[in-house]
């Protein structure tokens, strides 16, 4: 069966890694680290190509015969970065720096695992030559050290992504070679949908900023003197297009006697999206207080909803996003003789839970998951 035999295979992944950097010091303010690091991977995987036959009279449903197969990959990437740092003042730090990353791809979106039904037309196929993601980030913080501000920070970000990893859902006609790899001689030429995960040939951005505030207020009169207060707040906004492979019949010229008066063609367009779980806002912050042995923690976390995955169509009805996550947690311990101290956690106290659903519009419910209020007392002793 596909759900056992289907699903096995092999593999090998061999990764190596070198890294150079340096420390230049440039007068009195500032600290100059350009490095480079280059890193090389090579995989071997072997699976099954299943298939699931339209039945013969008298045969089961699933009968179902394997191929093996094999992938071979080796990709290696040489990857810059400089950071500059100013500090014309003890209490001022300013850093820039520039950046490339990459974001390999698991080894299910590429190894060999191909599964086509000849009963319903359908292929799940890994794309064999499915490329690391690319990003090139730019990023600049300001961070400020008072003793009455705290300890404040803010900072701006800008990545840029090339060959996103992405899934797709397509209809592949007879004729068409969408995947170079994927030769399906079962099909007969017929029409199949296929699911797959290609490289996004469209370029990919996150840009944003964060502000970061950790301040006590010692210098308050009385009893305000034991506040404490953290704050983060990280602002986001992302950016693509998304291949979008549409059939679409074209009427013939001149129009035939007999039927089919129509031409079946693939049409590559693209759409504009946000990136898969890309929230715009997050927001943590805590509220403290603090006096002699004793010490709490009022703490809020929000997140906006974001997508988490596109559909086929040519709108985002058919997406599937998550919706906002708002949670409270409250935390105390009391300092007790003897290195003794007691101590209470309470966990999601307003009983927040993941939900996700389809269209924005109507918000069909997708996945619903409560994990209610937790609660935690107990005494620890310190050695």
């Given amino acids: 069966r596909y759900g056992s035999l289907g699903q096995d295979y092999e593999g090998s992944e061999t990764f190596q890694a070198l890294y150079a950097m340096s420390e230049i010091k440039i007068g009195q303010y500032l600290t100059f680290m350009p490095g480079v690091r280059w890193e090389g991977e090579a995989t071997d995987y072997s699976g099954k190509f299943s298939t699931a036959l339209e039945p013969a009279a008298g045969t089961p449903l699933d009968q179902i015969s394997y191929t093996d197969t094999t992938t071979t990959r080796d990709n290696s990437f040489l990857l810059p970065m400089v950071h500059l740092q100013v500090k014309p003042t003890n209490w001022i730090n300013l850093r820039l720096a520039y950046t490339q990353t990459i974001s390999r791809p698991d080894f299910r979106q590429f190894a060999p695992i ?60 007879p004729g068409q070679q969408i995947l170079p790899d994927l030769v399906i001689e079962e099909a007969q030429g017929k029409a199949i949908d296929v699911s797959t995960v290609i490289n996004n040939p469209f370029e ?95 703490s809020v976390f929000y997140q906006l909803g974001s997508t988490l995955g596109t559909g086929s169509r040519r709108t985002t009805n058919d997406d599937t996003f998550k919706e906002d996550y708002f949670r409270i947690d409250v935390s105390a311990n009391q300092k007790l003789p003897y290195n003794f101290q007691i101590y209470a956690n309470l966990n999601n106290l307003n009983g927040a839970g993941d939900e996700t659903y389809q269209s924005p519009i109507l918000k069909y419910p997708t996945s619903q998951q409560y994990y209610g209020f937790t609660m935690d007392i107990g005494v620890r002793y310190k050695f």
Avoid: C, M
Avoid at 218 to 240: A, C, E, M, R
Avoid at 243 to 250: F, Q, R
Avoid at 273 to 278: A, E, I, V, Y
């Fill in 204 to 298: 990919a951005t996150v840009k944003g900023f964060e502000l970061d505030w950790q301040a006590r207020f010692w210098y308050l009169p009385s009893f305000l003197k034991g506040l404490v207060l953290n704050v983060n707040y990280t602002h986001i906004l992302s950016d693509t297009k998304v291949p979008e492979i549409n059939v679409k019949e074209i009427p013939l010229d001149p129009p035939p006697r007999n039927p089919p008066f129509y031409e079946t063609v693939l049409v590559d367009t693209a759409l504009a999206r946000t990136l898969p779980d890309q929230p715009n806002d997050i927001l943590n912050l805590t509220l403290g207080y603090d006096y002699k042995g004793f010490s709490t923690r009022f």
């Fill in 114 to 173: 191909t599964y086509f039904n000849a009963i319903s037309n359908y292929a799940y196929a890994p794309n064999q030559n499915l490329k690391s993601s690319r990003s090139t980030n730019y990023d600049a913080s300001l961070s400020l050290y008072r003793n009455k501000l705290g300890f404040f920070t803010a900072s701006v970000f800008y990545k840029s992504i090339e060959d996103l990893i992405w899934t797709v859902n397509f209809n592949n006609l």
